[in-house]
């Protein structure tokens, strides 16, 4: 996608240390980041763009907030102008249909879980309903102390729809993530950290460099050892004890092969 592409969706891409890094800001800070289907679909086709050579995805929102969720003037049926693509536009189609335009919206995060990076969201101000989910997407969160995580979905007679679900109840276990997505009580930051939901709380003047440090940790090993580790990781609690060893002999192969006869170092 061009820059204008992704401007008109309320996004900027910048790729940085020679394209290892990419930063992907939400860049509507007038409307706190609130989210749009245009929005989810230029965050999938940005996705499917990114250059081979990103080793990290860093996520974060312009403004006062990291996301303010959904756009809600997008959610009544008819409330968003001509040609503008609106949630509300899902009450008018067929189950199967609703679903499928679902799965697109879903595809603006999944993509987060790729193991070809390590993705990461700095989160200041709020991240509600959409915006805790797209929090959610990424492998590591860091956040300011003062940052308000709410899952608000359950206020609007929804249920979380947006692939947050998953990394919610892995991060905070079954009995929290209940609790938050059925209350859409708050979480701030030393919460987050105590719960498991986050990495590092930070004040909101030191987020910048507390996700600098973690980008230049993630990107000393070689790209490889972090994308078979990430994709290791990320199913082993839901394989067999034999099928993760399996896993990591076959990881471990390909990396004694990658390495050659000198070995490590
Ligand atoms: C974030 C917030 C706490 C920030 O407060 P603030 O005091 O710093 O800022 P503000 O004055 O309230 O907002 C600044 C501007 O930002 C706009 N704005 C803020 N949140 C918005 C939103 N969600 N949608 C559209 N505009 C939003 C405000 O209307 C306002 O616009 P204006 O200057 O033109 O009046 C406050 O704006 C707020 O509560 N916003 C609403 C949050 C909210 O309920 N979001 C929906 C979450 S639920 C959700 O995301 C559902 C979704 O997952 C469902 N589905 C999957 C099906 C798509």
Not at 57 to 81: I, N, Q, T, Y
Not at 223 to 240: D, H, I, N, S
Request: with cysteine; net charge negative.
């Amino acid at each position: 996608m061009s820059p204008d592409d992704l401007a008109r969706a309320g996004l900027r891409l910048d790729l940085d240390l020679d394209g290892a890094l990419a930063t992907v800001t939400l860049d509507r800070p007038e409307k706190r980041n609130a989210q749009t289907p245009t929005m989810w679909r230029a965050l999938a086709a940005l996705g499917a763009d990114l250059p081979g050579s990103v080793r990290v995805v860093v996520l974060r929102g312009a403004g006062a907030s990291f996301s303010a969720g959904l756009d809600r003037s997008l959610l009544l049926p008819g409330g968003a102008p001509d040609g503008v693509e609106a949630v509300g536009d899902l009450f008018a189609l067929d189950d199967a249909a609703m679903a499928a335009t679902i799965a697109d919206y879903q595809a603006g995060f999944t993509w987060l879980h790729d193991p070809r990076f390590v993705s990461v969201a700095a989160v200041h101000g709020h991240a509600i309903g959409a915006g805790f989910q797209l929090a959610l997407a990424c492998d590591l969160r860091v956040v300011t102390d003062d940052v308000g995580f709410s899952m608000k979905e359950s206020v609007l007679g929804l249920v979380p729809d947006l692939g947050g679900t998953k990394p919610l109840v892995e991060a905070v276990g079954y009995a929290r993530a209940l609790e938050l997505c059925a209350t859409a009580r708050t979480v701030q930051g030393p919460e987050a950290v105590a719960i498991g939901l986050a990495l590092r709380s930070v004040p909101a003047d030191a987020l910048d460099a507390a996700v600098q440090e973690l980008v230049a940790a993630l990107l000393g090993p070689a790209p490889e050892v972090v994308t078979e580790t990430k994709a290791l990781l990320q199913g082993a609690a839901g394989r067999e004890l034999a099928e993760q060893c399996r896993l990591e002999r076959e990881a471990q192969v390909r990396r004694f092969r990658a390495l050659g006869a000198g070995g490590p170092g």
